[in-house]
Each structure stands twice: as C-alpha cells, then as structure tokens.
C-alpha cells in the first residue's frame, strides 16, 4: 500500500507531534511522585494516543484492511521508532468507559482540561 504525498506529508507531521508529547509526559510521569497528577499525566498520554489516531486516519472504520494498517505501521515507525505500542494502547484499554468516551468525544477539550489542572504544555 502506497500513500499520496499529502498523506505522507499529515502522518510525518502527527507523528512529530505525537512523539514529541509522549516522550515530554513519559519525562513528567518517571519524575512524577503524585498519585492524583500520575493519574492526569498517564490520561494525557492517553489523549495523545487518540488525536493521533484521529489524525492520521487509524480509526476511520473504511480503510482498516490489514495491508493498510501495517503501511500505516511503518510509516509511523519511521519517525517514532522507539515507541511501546503495546504501554500507548494499554493507557487506552485501562480507562473506564464514560472516561473511554468522553475522550473520543472531545479530546481536544479534555486534553485542555488536564493540561490547565497541571499547569503544564506540551
């Protein structure tokens, strides 16, 4: 599978994004000795993850063929080689499902959210 340039261009560039946010939270998480600001930093991630997803078209249910995943895969992989798929998807799969869909929902404006509670940018 062959992507056009200009999805190449937007996966690159969420990719960048995306990397630069976690390996920022995953810092603030190994500093972190808060349990209640642990739990915001590891909901971030989380939020992360799903804008990711968002962008560059991972959870558009028409084009989730396997060839297409695995392209998808690589190409993400080129720009972030070094990330722990099964840690990013494991914050997903421990939030409670209101949370769950909450964030899918608005995850620009929960991402907010617990960004002004810490204090913090990404």
């Given amino acids: 599978m062959t992507f056009s340039p200009e ?15 976690i390996d920022t ?18 909901n971030l991630r989380a939020l992360s993850t799903i804008q990711h997803c ?6 558009d249910s028409e084009d989730l ?12 992989s080129r720009y972030f080689p ?6 990013l998807f494991d914050d997903l799969a421990i939030l409670e499902d209101d949370v ?13 959210t617990l960004l002004d509670a810490l204090k913090i940018t990404l």
């Avoid at 968002?54 to 959870?59: E, N, P, S, V």
């Avoid at 769950?100 to 907010?112: L, M, R, V």
């Fill in 100 to 112: 769950k869909n909450s964030y899918f929902g608005d995850p620009e404006g929960s991402k907010k």
């Fill in 82 to 87: 070094h990330k722990d798929d099964a840690e």
């Fill in 65 to 76: 063929d396997e060839s297409y995943t695995e392209a998808l895969g690589k190409e993400v």
């Fill in 25 to 42: 939270l995953n810092t603030l998480i190994y500093q972190e000795s808060d349990d209640n600001r642990l739990d915001m930093l590891y």
């Fill in 54 to 59: 968002k962008r560059i078209g991972l959870l």
């Fill in 7 to 21: 999805k190449l261009q937007q996966i690159k560039e969420s990719t960048e994004l995306y990397k630069h946010e």
